[in-house]
């Protein structure tokens, strides 16, 4: 008689395979659960209800999406957060590359300068606006250097345009270190014989950045373009702390993420309201991603 | 591909679960019934007192155990940022505190949703101990009864600059006692220094159209009426310091708190405060101190404005005598009375504005500010509608803002305030 020993131990390790990985896997899919699906599913369901902080919603269907367009403040947060994206990822694109490519080389004293350089990135976004709104008040350092030298004072924080700008620029300064980074072990991986090839052939340091650098890097370029887009559209932080609570003049500094913390907080917040406006958000950084990696693949091609 | 059923199964508890959420909160708000045994554990929350006064309430808690043996107070402080964050938070979680200390505008929403416990039904043997005017403050419009104990009461003088008045030719011994006084002292100081230094630092708040004598709400407190010709007159005035750099260029984006800096670093005449600031000018700013000018707050009404704090017992409090007890314990006149000789407030028990503490000056700044800050507060007002929410103070100052800005005449730019604030309330149910 045949044993079925083995048969039997190949039957029961078969049974055990499929349940042992979603053990391992449970306690983080627990969390992603409670704090990521959750709240987002959540906030799904509240886009279609008039739910208000301690009031339970019902259900409205689209009357939020409608309301939306006609609310002034939307478009003026969906403008403000467009702006945002077209004046900050084409910053945070080049110069961290720039950056990285000054920073790459094994000099006496680098290390200081990749310090310095990313020190903005491990500071808390609240102190570095603060610094920031005090070097640019009326009566700051900026403005006193400016005056000093004849152009006058600029009113850095009480023109809308001149805020979001300065806000901007607080986030390109902020995240330059941290893109540097990203860049930097891209760089590492670029294979020095190109370089040389390139130099042997003639090419210059500003061609041999256009035909070595940029196509060995271009994928991290794609990668720095889509985590710096979905970050510019969700700016918050540097704009409420430079432009105040309500949004800078008349709100007119208001990005799409200011309004949803504004509308949907406090104990008369609008919950169903504010999550319509998440939901465009998020339907505007997916698409954002999707683009800025659809050119990058194109370009490949 | 073909769902599974599993996965079909997942996908709805997903979908369904987020919807049961909406379920919550807003019940009945549970009985108005106080009345039994003090005993048992309650929660007591605080905001941002724990930093300068915690040896006051550790004391004040230790002597209502021992009053009410069997009870046991937790007390918790919250820091003042986002201080309505954190209370919606439990409110909608079902976590709220026993006892909350809370300001009228907060009061508002708890009460609508059934969270704050109505005290004209459960503690109304109390009411005669608080002044008249302190008691109603924490009414809501709309509703019948009276949501928390009042607190204590906050009001102060305007500060002034006597260097930068003398600076600019005025005497520095003569502050501004008028609105019409105000304006044309702005003015002036604007003009004499090129605009190199504004008299205020803040767009006009309700409280300010309060103060002018603005009609903010109507009668019945069911619509805005700021947008009369009395609120026209004022923001045509605001615009006029604006235009002149009377009112500082930054003043469109300020903060409470940034104003008060720009009055430290003297790039401001002028600005509103409390007892509690001397210290401050003192210990920040000894040459600002030294020149200090202290006048009363500038009102048409003849009323000042005041802040008040309440303390609220939570409708769902499984120790309803217990919390009772102790928000009247901590509202009572000889606790009020303590707590104000710790720091500059005032208590709203009636009597305890004529202790001599609020009455006798002894020649100091600090001395002359309260007496005369407990004297303005007999007749004070709270302006600050109760139903005047954070979203609403945003629609107002925005408009205001375009108002000074030029985008809309005054007229226009409160018609639209309103229209916001009538929307914002309507919806607030």
């Given at each position: 008689m045949p044993s079925t020993g083995p048969r039997t131990r190949a039957v029961r390790v078969r049974r055990q395979l499929p349940t042992s990985p979603w053990l391992f896997a449970a306690p983080g899919l627990l969390v992603i659960g409670a704090f990521i699906l959750y709240p987002f599913v959540s906030t799904l369901v509240n886009a279609f209800t008039d739910r208000r902080t301690l009031i339970p919603g019902e259900f409205v269907g689209l009357a939020n999406f409608r309301e939306l367009l006609h609310d002034d403040m939307f478009w003026i947060g969906l403008r403000n957060s467009a702006l945002y994206v077209l004046g900050v990822v084409p910053a945070l694109v080049?110069?961290?590359?720039?950056?990285?490519?000054?920073?790459q080389k094994n000099i006496p004293g680098i290390t200081f300068f990749r310090s310095a350089f990313y020190t903005p990135v491990v500071a808390s976004i609240v102190v570095v606006g603060l610094i920031w709104v005090w070097l640019l008040d009326e009566r700051g350092l900026v403005n006193s250097l400016l005056e000093t030298i004849g152009v006058g004072r600029v009113g850095f924080l009480s023109d809308q345009w001149l805020l979001l700008m300065s806000a901007m620029a607080v986030t390109v300064w902020k995240g330059l270190g941290y893109y540097m980074?990203?860049?930097?072990?891209?760089?590492?991986n670029v294979p020095r014989e190109l370089h040389e090839a390139a130099a042997v052939d003639g090419a210059g340091a500003v061609r041999r950045f256009v035909t070595v650098t940029v196509p060995a890097v271009r994928s991290t370029m794609a990668l720095v373009g889509a985590l710096s887009s979905v970050a510019a559209f969700k700016v918050f932080s540097e704009v409420y702390l430079m432009a105040g609570p309500s949004g800078g003049p008349a709100g007119e500094d208001t990005t799409l993420v200011m309004l949803v913390q504004r509308t949907g907080t406090g104990l008369t917040g609008r919950v169903g309201y504010a999550s319509a406006i998440s939901v465009v958000v998020f339907v505007v950084t997916v698409a954002l991603m999707l683009l800025v990696l659809r050119a990058d693949r194109r370009s490949e091609s | 591909?073909?769902?599974?059923?599993?996965?079909?199964?997942?996908?709805?508890?997903?979908?369904?679960?987020?919807?049961?959420?909406?379920?919550?909160?807003?019940?009945?708000?549970?009985?108005?019934?106080?009345?039994?045994?003090?005993?048992?554990?309650?929660?007591?929350?605080?905001?941002?007192?724990?930093?300068?006064?915690?040896?006051?309430?550790?004391?004040?808690?230790?002597?209502?155990?021992?009053?009410?043996?069997?009870?046991?107070?937790?007390?918790?402080?919250?820091?003042?940022?986002?201080?309505?964050?954190?209370?919606?938070?439990?409110?909608?979680?079902?976590?709220?505190?026993?006892?909350?200390?809370?300001?009228?505008?907060?009061?508002?929403?708890?009460?609508?949703?059934?969270?704050?416990?109505?005290?004209?039904?459960?503690?109304?043997q109390y009411r005669k101990e608080y002044l008249e005017g302190a008691w109603?403050?924490?009414?809501?419009?709309?509703?019948?009864?009276?949501?928390?104990?009042?607190?204590?009461?906050?009001?102060?003088?305007?500060?002034?600059?006597?260097?930068?008045?003398k600076k600019a030719g005025l005497d520095p011994d003569q502050p501004p006692k008028t609105y019409d006084e105000l304006f044309a002292d702005a003015l002036r100081i604007a003009e004499n220094s090129d605009g190199e230094v504004s008299t205020l630092a803040n767009v006009p708040t309700i409280e300010d159209f309060g103060r002018y004598g603005v009609e903010l709400m109507n009668p019945a407190?069911?619509?805005?009426?700021?947008?009369?010709?009395?609120?026209?007159?004022?923001?045509?005035?605001?615009?006029?310091?604006?235009?002149?750099?009377?009112?500082?260029?930054?003043?469109?984006?300020?903060?409470?708190?940034?104003?008060?800096?720009?009055?430290?670093?003297?790039?401001?005449?002028?600005?509103?405060?409390?007892?509690?600031?001397?210290?401050?000018?003192?210990?920040?700013?000894?040459?600002?101190?030294?020149?200090?000018?202290?006048?009363?707050?500038?009102?048409?009404?003849?009323?000042?404005?005041?802040?008040?704090?309440?303390?609220?017992?939570?409708?769902?409090s499984k120790r309803k005598p217990a919390a009772v007890a102790f928000a009247h314990?901590?509202?009572?006149?000889?606790?009020?009375?303590?707590?104000?000789?710790?720091?500059?407030?005032?208590?709203?028990?009636?009597?305890?504005?004529?202790?001599?503490?609020?009455?006798?000056?002894?020649?100091?700044?600090?001395?002359?500010?309260?007496?005369?800050?407990?004297?303005?507060?007999?007749?004070?007002?709270?302006?600050?509608?109760?139903?005047?929410?954070?979203?609403?103070?945003?629609?107002?100052?925005?408009?205001?803002?375009?108002?000074?800005?030029?985008?809309?005449?005054?007229?226009?730019?409160?018609?639209n305030a309103v229209k916001a604030c009538d929307t914002l309330l309507r919806q607030q149910g």
């Amino acid at each position: 008689m045949p044993s079925t020993g083995p048969r039997t131990r190949a039957v029961r390790v078969r049974r055990q395979l499929p349940t042992s990985p979603w053990l391992f896997a449970a306690p983080g899919l627990l969390v992603i659960g409670a704090f990521i699906l959750y709240p987002f599913v959540s906030t799904l369901v509240n886009a279609f209800t008039d739910r208000r902080t301690l009031i339970p919603g019902e259900f409205v269907g689209l009357a939020n999406f409608r309301e939306l367009l006609h609310d002034d403040m939307f478009w003026i947060g969906l403008r403000n957060s467009a702006l945002y994206v077209l004046g900050v990822v084409p910053a945070l694109v080049i110069l961290p590359l720039l950056l990285a490519l000054l920073v790459q080389k094994n000099i006496p004293g680098i290390t200081f300068f990749r310090s310095a350089f990313y020190t903005p990135v491990v500071a808390s976004i609240v102190v570095v606006g603060l610094i920031w709104v005090w070097l640019l008040d009326e009566r700051g350092l900026v403005n006193s250097l400016l005056e000093t030298i004849g152009v006058g004072r600029v009113g850095f924080l009480s023109d809308q345009w001149l805020l979001l700008m300065s806000a901007m620029a607080v986030t390109v300064w902020k995240g330059l270190g941290y893109y540097m980074i990203i860049y930097l072990a891209a760089l590492a991986n670029v294979p020095r014989e190109l370089h040389e090839a390139a130099a042997v052939d003639g090419a210059g340091a500003v061609r041999r950045f256009v035909t070595v650098t940029v196509p060995a890097v271009r994928s991290t370029m794609a990668l720095v373009g889509a985590l710096s887009s979905v970050a510019a559209f969700k700016v918050f932080s540097e704009v409420y702390l430079m432009a105040g609570p309500s949004g800078g003049p008349a709100g007119e500094d208001t990005t799409l993420v200011m309004l949803v913390q504004r509308t949907g907080t406090g104990l008369t917040g609008r919950v169903g309201y504010a999550s319509a406006i998440s939901v465009v958000v998020f339907v505007v950084t997916v698409a954002l991603m999707l683009l800025v990696l659809r050119a990058d693949r194109r370009s490949e091609s | 591909m073909p769902v599974s059923r599993r996965a079909l199964v997942a996908a709805a508890v997903c979908l369904v679960l987020p919807l049961s959420a909406c379920g919550s909160g807003g019940d009945d708000g549970g009985s108005t019934d106080a009345s039994g045994k003090v005993e048992g554990d309650i929660i007591f929350q605080t905001w941002n007192l724990r930093a300068n006064f915690k040896p006051y309430f550790e004391g004040l808690i230790a002597d209502f155990e021992k009053k009410y043996p069997g009870t046991k107070v937790k007390w918790v402080d919250q820091p003042a940022e986002g201080y309505a964050d954190k209370i919606s938070a439990d409110a909608a979680g079902g976590t709220l505190p026993d006892v909350v200390n809370v300001s009228p505008d907060l009061v508002a929403p708890l009460a609508k949703a059934g969270l704050a416990l109505d005290l004209d039904k459960a503690a109304g043997q109390y009411r005669k101990e608080y002044l008249e005017g302190a008691w109603a403050s924490h009414r809501i419009p709309g509703m019948t009864g009276t949501y928390a104990f009042p607190w204590y009461l906050n009001t102060g003088p305007l500060f002034y600059n006597k260097s930068l008045f003398k600076k600019a030719g005025l005497d520095p011994d003569q502050p501004p006692k008028t609105y019409d006084e105000l304006f044309a002292d702005a003015l002036r100081i604007a003009e004499n220094s090129d605009g190199e230094v504004s008299t205020l630092a803040n767009v006009p708040t309700i409280e300010d159209f309060g103060r002018y004598g603005v009609e903010l709400m109507n009668p019945a407190g069911t619509a805005f009426a700021f947008n009369d010709a009395k609120g026209v007159e004022l923001l045509t005035k605001y615009k006029e310091l604006y235009d002149a750099k009377a009112l500082d260029p930054q003043a469109l984006t300020a903060t409470p708190e940034s104003s008060g800096k720009k009055f430290l670093t003297e790039a401001v005449a002028m600005n509103p405060g409390s007892a509690l600031d001397l210290g401050n000018f003192k210990k920040q700013a000894p040459n600002l101190y030294k020149n200090i000018g202290i006048t009363d707050q500038i009102t048409s009404t003849g009323h000042v404005n005041m802040y008040v704090m309440g303390v609220m017992v939570n409708a769902q409090s499984k120790r309803k005598p217990a919390a009772v007890a102790f928000a009247h314990y901590v509202t009572d006149a000889a606790h009020q009375m303590s707590f104000a000789k710790q720091v500059a407030i005032f208590p709203s028990t009636a009597g305890s504005l004529d202790d001599p503490y609020f009455t006798e000056e002894d020649g100091t700044d600090e001395t002359r500010v309260r007496v005369a800050a407990a004297k303005s507060l007999k007749n004070a007002v709270n302006y600050t509608p109760v139903l005047f929410s954070e979203q609403m103070k945003t629609a107002l100052r925005n408009e205001v803002a375009k108002a000074l800005q030029g985008k809309e005449s005054p007229k226009e730019a409160l018609d639209n305030a309103v229209k916001a604030c009538d929307t914002l309330l309507r919806q607030q149910g």
